[in-house]
């Protein structure tokens, strides 16, 4: 039989930054690793506890990943030590072309497998059946990573790293699940200066503040607004305008907190370790075009995307037609590298034609007030997550559908409890009397006005320790951590 | 400066979490660490959080265990009837992995010398390996390290503040006796009328006559069946032959065999039923009675809520029909039994039943 503690132990089996595993038990004991080495001058020691660690906390998900991620950094090793060794155009060509292929079909037999051969089933009529292949954890980031990082060895822009460098750059924990995607030049010359190597209290503190913002907006925040969204999917058809807009509104929300907490959090953890990881984030919501949201969103998926595809196409270089369609393949190989499925690719075709239309009509745009701007530019992004959510494209139609009828409906009970249960409501039940609605409306403000404030990566910028500061850091962190946990209530009258 | 930020900042941190942890430990709610430390605050709201605890730590001699057609028995009338000391440990749609895991623990924790046993036949088709519903396993392991779950829990915080708050205002704990019971929040659908009017309009125009249409049947999961048996039942009997296990099959309405007979699977319960008895009257510490054959309980409608969950007046009345070893399932005439119930079922005229009760309350 079963016992609880194996079934318990399969749900503690992921190591996310927001568990109580990573908080108490891994971050300390790789930081005091890492540290202690370091005072004692064993570098190399002290960088392979970071390899070895980040290696732990890949395998730790699933064990036979990985094999994967440590065969494909071997590989790529090895390509790159073979371009530097040879001068020649031709060979040095032949290299590049194998080691790509070698990566974005690792990639694309994991993500895409199951993709392609349900779209031939559907257009064959045939019945062709593999096993449900799963995705290695961060598989689309450190593909992409190395890549990089191939195409730039193939350019000679790659100075002489050591396979020690080259690995923790590849598998360094805060960035390896779930980006950003660095460059070897903003990464690697950090592994190897010095200076880096001591305790430093004022990036471990900026460290400590980016950490505990990522893991509120993480927890408190959008996993909050992921129970409507979750909710909302479960009928799309019996939504009433109300609450469609609402599920719309409520993925908006957690996409953004969700990924840009988790960003925030792999800035923090970096700056523990001394190491400046790229900004990812740049308040996206603020953006008052298509173009201009892309330089906020995803920054460094954005980046590689412009320096390894769109400029190798040609850019903007060959006439205004060909920008087009550059920018337009850009986008759908965007929205395939997202996901496979076909709610994807339409969400990045959409994008790569908002793109079009506004260098088109970029004159107009430009005369129109900043606040009708940002207001076209939003609702666009609302309703293109619709497709990115959507489980299917029907869904995705249909939940437009009934933001747009006539049939508001009202916001439900369902929904507005969600925002009404947390510990200070649940607890002291003097605040029960207040309606839900008010709480959903009271989070919605709340939630916007973080969206119109400064974003992580500007806080920390300016930060200067005060007692303010302080106290908002421990309060983020400890309810926080009181939010990883919860009670569920199963209200099912059965025998 | 930032050297003193830092420091000041993680160790008030420590210092909070720590203070919730203490807070938590202290009270309590879910009794994962010692029994009340009052008799007034403590609230039984939760089977799945609570028993294990329960188990646990409080003083008993007897176990109730089964699904929510145990839940609303009174233990003070066990306790009286039978001379033990009875704790409920209930859950709501037990599957028999739920009931063996929390008798473990009860075992494990007690001298239990009495075991009461709702037994659904539907639950023996349940993965034996799970529970019906999640479970927080945190608090079914004996390990410490997985309690942070626990300490550093919203709900649970929130439940330790309401349970002080409840301590302030002197409200009793509440009585284990009735722990989990359902009838107060149910009373008004105790309405013979709507279920049967309710039951009619989903049961369609079925005519007595009319074949029942075998391919589309479910089948009864037979691998489950014997696994729940041999994994979840048997051993528990045999590993404890000196707790004598007091088994009933409790009386749902003629609704409920109604409706699986329209699945074409009445014979295959009646046999299953039959494996059942069969495998537990081997045990010299196993009385078993069975209840579902007696039509002045099931075919009186005004018993049920719906078609299975019955009246608190009929968890008394097996009380004390246990206790008067009435209904008691014999090597003689269990056989009978069964057939007395299949037979009932299918010269029942279902729809003339309750027409009577939609006609009488007009």
Redesign the interface.
């Given at each position: 039989?079963?016992?609880?503690?194996q079934?318990?132990w399969k749900?503690?089996k992921n190591m996310l930054f927001n568990s109580?595993i990573f908080i108490?038990c891994f971050l300390p004991a790789v930081l005091i690793g890492y540290y202690l080495l370091n005072r004692f001058s064993r570098y190399k020691l002290a960088q392979g506890i970071l390899l070895l660690g980040s290696l732990y906390f890949y395998g730790y998900f699933n064990f036979s990943y990985l094999w994967i991620i440590v065969s494909s950094i071997l590989f790529n090793f090895s390509m790159y030590k073979l371009l530097s060794m040879n001068r020649k155009k031709g060979a040095k060509k032949l290299i590049l072309a194998f080691a790509l292929l070698a990566n974005i079909g690792l990639f694309v037999y994991f993500k895409y497998s199951n993709f392609f051969i349900d779209n031939i089933n559907a257009v064959l009529q045939t019945d062709f059946f593999i096993e449900k292949i799963l995705l290695p954890l961060g598989i689309s980031f450190f593909t992409f990573q190395q890549i990089s990082f191939i195409i730039d060895a193939y350019r000679d822009e790659v100075p002489d790293y050591s396979f020690l460098n080259y690995a923790t750059f590849v598998a360094f924990f805060p960035q390896l699940i779930a980006g950003p995607i660095v460059l070897h030049q903003e990464i690697i010359p950090q592994f190897q200066e010095r200076a880096r190597k001591t305790f430093n209290?004022?990036n471990?503190?900026k460290g400590?503040l980016a950490f505990a913002i990522g893991l509120g907006k993480k927890v408190l925040i959008a996993d909050l607004f992921g129970r409507v969204v979750t909710l909302g999917y479960e009928d799309v058809g019996s939504l009433g305008a109300i609450r469609a807009i609402l599920v719309a509104l409520s993925y908006t929300i957690q996409i953004y907190f969700d990924f840009s907490g988790y960003c925030d959090m792999a800035t923090g953890l970096g700056l523990m370790f001394n190491i400046e990881i790229p900004q990812n984030f740049n308040s996206p919501y603020k953006a008052l075009t298509i173009p201009e949201f892309w330089q906020r969103w995803h920054m460094t998926l954005t980046r590689f995307f412009k320096k390894y595809l769109y400029f190798p196409l040609g850019g903007n270089r060959k006439g205004t037609f060909r920008t087009y369609v550059n920018v337009f393949i850009i986008f759908i190989v965007s929205g395939f590298w997202h996901g496979a499925n076909w709610t994807f690719i339409i969400w990045g075709a959409m994008h790569g034609i908002a793109n079009i239309l506004t260098k088109i009509f970029d004159k107009q745009i430009k005369k129109l007030p900043r606040a009708v701007n940002w207001f076209i530019t939003f609702v666009f992004v609302n309703l293109t997550w619709i497709y990115f959510r959507a489980p299917s494209i029907g869904d995705a139609n249909k939940l437009i559908g009934r933001i747009f009828s006539m049939e508001f409906g009202s916001v439900g009970n369902a929904v507005t409890h969600i925002f009404k249960s947390?510990?200070f409501v649940?607890?002291?039940?003097l605040l029960d009397s207040i309606p839900g609605y008010l709480y959903l409306i009271g989070t919605l403000i709340f939630v916007f006005i973080l969206l119109f404030s400064r974003n992580t990566n500007e806080i920390i910028e300016t930060f200067?320790?005060?007692w303010y500061?302080?106290v908002f850091?421990?309060v983020l962190?400890?309810v926080s951590?009181?939010?990883?946990?919860?009670?569920?209530?199963?209200l099912?009258?059965?025998? | 400066?930032?050297?003193?930020?830092?420091i000041?900042?993680?160790i008030?941190?420590g210092i909070?979490?720590c203070l919730?942890a203490a807070f938590v430990i202290v009270i309590d709610p879910f009794f994962n660490y010692h029994t009340p430390i009052r008799d007034y605050g403590y609230y039984l709201?939760?089977e799945?959080?609570q028993n294990p605890g329960l188990a646990r730590h409080f003083t008993y001699d007897a176990v109730l265990v089964g699904?929510?057609?145990v839940e609303n028995f009174d233990a003070s009338e066990l306790d009286q009837m039978f001379g033990v000391n009875t704790i409920k440990l209930p859950y709501?749609?037990?599957s028999f992995?739920n009931i063996?895991?929390i008798s473990d623990i009860a075992f494990r924790h007690s001298d239990v010398k009495t075991v009461f046993w709702g037994v659904?036949l539907t639950r023996l088709s349940s993965d034996?390996?799970e529970p019906?519903?999640?479970?927080?396993?945190?608090l079914?392991?004996s390990?410490k390290i997985?309690d942070?779950?626990?300490i550093?829990?919203?709900?649970?915080?929130?439940?330790?503040?309401?349970t002080i708050?409840r301590m302030h205002a002197k409200i009793p704990n509440t009585p284990l006796d009735t722990a989990y019971e359902?009838y107060s929040q149910h009373k008004n659908d105790f309405n013979a009328k709507a279920v049967a009017q309710e039951y009619l309009s989903t049961r369609g125009d079925i005519g007595e006559d009319e074949e029942i249409d075998i391919a589309n049947d479910e089948e009864i999961d037979m691998t489950n069946v014997e696994l729940n048996i041999q994994?979840?039942i048997l051993p528990l009997i045999e590993e404890n032959p000196d707790t004598t296990f007091i088994m009933f099959f409790p009386p749902y309405s003629v609704l409920y065999w109604d409706t699986i007979h329209s699945q074409g699977l009445l014979d295959d319960y009646m046999r299953l039923k039959e494996l059942v008895i069969e495998a537990l009257m081997k045990y010299d510490n196993v009385a078993l009675y069975d209840f579902q054959a007696d039509a002045s309980i099931i075919c009186d409608i005004t018993n049920y809520k719906d078609y299975?969950?019955y009246h608190p007046d009929i968890n008394s009345y097996m009380v004390t029909s246990m206790a008067e070893g009435r209904y008691l399932l014999t090597k003689q005439n269990y056989k009978q039994e069964i057939n007395k119930l299949h037979d009932l079922v299918l010269q029942i005229d279902v729809p003339a039943l309750l027409q009577k009760y939609i006609d009488e309350a007009e």
């Amino acid at each position: 039989m079963r016992t609880p503690l194996q079934i318990w132990w399969k749900t503690v089996k992921n190591m996310l930054f927001n568990s109580y595993i990573f908080i108490f038990c891994f971050l300390p004991a790789v930081l005091i690793g890492y540290y202690l080495l370091n005072r004692f001058s064993r570098y190399k020691l002290a960088q392979g506890i970071l390899l070895l660690g980040s290696l732990y906390f890949y395998g730790y998900f699933n064990f036979s990943y990985l094999w994967i991620i440590v065969s494909s950094i071997l590989f790529n090793f090895s390509m790159y030590k073979l371009l530097s060794m040879n001068r020649k155009k031709g060979a040095k060509k032949l290299i590049l072309a194998f080691a790509l292929l070698a990566n974005i079909g690792l990639f694309v037999y994991f993500k895409y497998s199951n993709f392609f051969i349900d779209n031939i089933n559907a257009v064959l009529q045939t019945d062709f059946f593999i096993e449900k292949i799963l995705l290695p954890l961060g598989i689309s980031f450190f593909t992409f990573q190395q890549i990089s990082f191939i195409i730039d060895a193939y350019r000679d822009e790659v100075p002489d790293y050591s396979f020690l460098n080259y690995a923790t750059f590849v598998a360094f924990f805060p960035q390896l699940i779930a980006g950003p995607i660095v460059l070897h030049q903003e990464i690697i010359p950090q592994f190897q200066e010095r200076a880096r190597k001591t305790f430093n209290y004022e990036n471990f503190s900026k460290g400590i503040l980016a950490f505990a913002i990522g893991l509120g907006k993480k927890v408190l925040i959008a996993d909050l607004f992921g129970r409507v969204v979750t909710l909302g999917y479960e009928d799309v058809g019996s939504l009433g305008a109300i609450r469609a807009i609402l599920v719309a509104l409520s993925y908006t929300i957690q996409i953004y907190f969700d990924f840009s907490g988790y960003c925030d959090m792999a800035t923090g953890l970096g700056l523990m370790f001394n190491i400046e990881i790229p900004q990812n984030f740049n308040s996206p919501y603020k953006a008052l075009t298509i173009p201009e949201f892309w330089q906020r969103w995803h920054m460094t998926l954005t980046r590689f995307f412009k320096k390894y595809l769109y400029f190798p196409l040609g850019g903007n270089r060959k006439g205004t037609f060909r920008t087009y369609v550059n920018v337009f393949i850009i986008f759908i190989v965007s929205g395939f590298w997202h996901g496979a499925n076909w709610t994807f690719i339409i969400w990045g075709a959409m994008h790569g034609i908002a793109n079009i239309l506004t260098k088109i009509f970029d004159k107009q745009i430009k005369k129109l007030p900043r606040a009708v701007n940002w207001f076209i530019t939003f609702v666009f992004v609302n309703l293109t997550w619709i497709y990115f959510r959507a489980p299917s494209i029907g869904d995705a139609n249909k939940l437009i559908g009934r933001i747009f009828s006539m049939e508001f409906g009202s916001v439900g009970n369902a929904v507005t409890h969600i925002f009404k249960s947390n510990v200070f409501v649940n607890s002291i039940g003097l605040l029960d009397s207040i309606p839900g609605y008010l709480y959903l409306i009271g989070t919605l403000i709340f939630v916007f006005i973080l969206l119109f404030s400064r974003n992580t990566n500007e806080i920390i910028e300016t930060f200067k320790p005060s007692w303010y500061t302080s106290v908002f850091t421990v309060v983020l962190l400890v309810v926080s951590i009181i939010s990883l946990s919860g009670v569920s209530t199963f209200l099912y009258f059965n025998f | 400066m930032h050297k003193k930020w830092t420091i000041v900042t993680l160790i008030s941190t420590g210092i909070i979490l720590c203070l919730i942890a203490a807070f938590v430990i202290v009270i309590d709610p879910f009794f994962n660490y010692h029994t009340p430390i009052r008799d007034y605050g403590y609230y039984l709201n939760n089977e799945s959080y609570q028993n294990p605890g329960l188990a646990r730590h409080f003083t008993y001699d007897a176990v109730l265990v089964g699904s929510s057609m145990v839940e609303n028995f009174d233990a003070s009338e066990l306790d009286q009837m039978f001379g033990v000391n009875t704790i409920k440990l209930p859950y709501s749609g037990a599957s028999f992995y739920n009931i063996k895991l929390i008798s473990d623990i009860a075992f494990r924790h007690s001298d239990v010398k009495t075991v009461f046993w709702g037994v659904d036949l539907t639950r023996l088709s349940s993965d034996p390996n799970e529970p019906r519903y999640p479970l927080p396993e945190y608090l079914y392991t004996s390990q410490k390290i997985d309690d942070i779950e626990y300490i550093f829990n919203q709900d649970v915080i929130a439940q330790t503040v309401s349970t002080i708050r409840r301590m302030h205002a002197k409200i009793p704990n509440t009585p284990l006796d009735t722990a989990y019971e359902w009838y107060s929040q149910h009373k008004n659908d105790f309405n013979a009328k709507a279920v049967a009017q309710e039951y009619l309009s989903t049961r369609g125009d079925i005519g007595e006559d009319e074949e029942i249409d075998i391919a589309n049947d479910e089948e009864i999961d037979m691998t489950n069946v014997e696994l729940n048996i041999q994994q979840n039942i048997l051993p528990l009997i045999e590993e404890n032959p000196d707790t004598t296990f007091i088994m009933f099959f409790p009386p749902y309405s003629v609704l409920y065999w109604d409706t699986i007979h329209s699945q074409g699977l009445l014979d295959d319960y009646m046999r299953l039923k039959e494996l059942v008895i069969e495998a537990l009257m081997k045990y010299d510490n196993v009385a078993l009675y069975d209840f579902q054959a007696d039509a002045s309980i099931i075919c009186d409608i005004t018993n049920y809520k719906d078609y299975s969950h019955y009246h608190p007046d009929i968890n008394s009345y097996m009380v004390t029909s246990m206790a008067e070893g009435r209904y008691l399932l014999t090597k003689q005439n269990y056989k009978q039994e069964i057939n007395k119930l299949h037979d009932l079922v299918l010269q029942i005229d279902v729809p003339a039943l309750l027409q009577k009760y939609i006609d009488e309350a007009e």
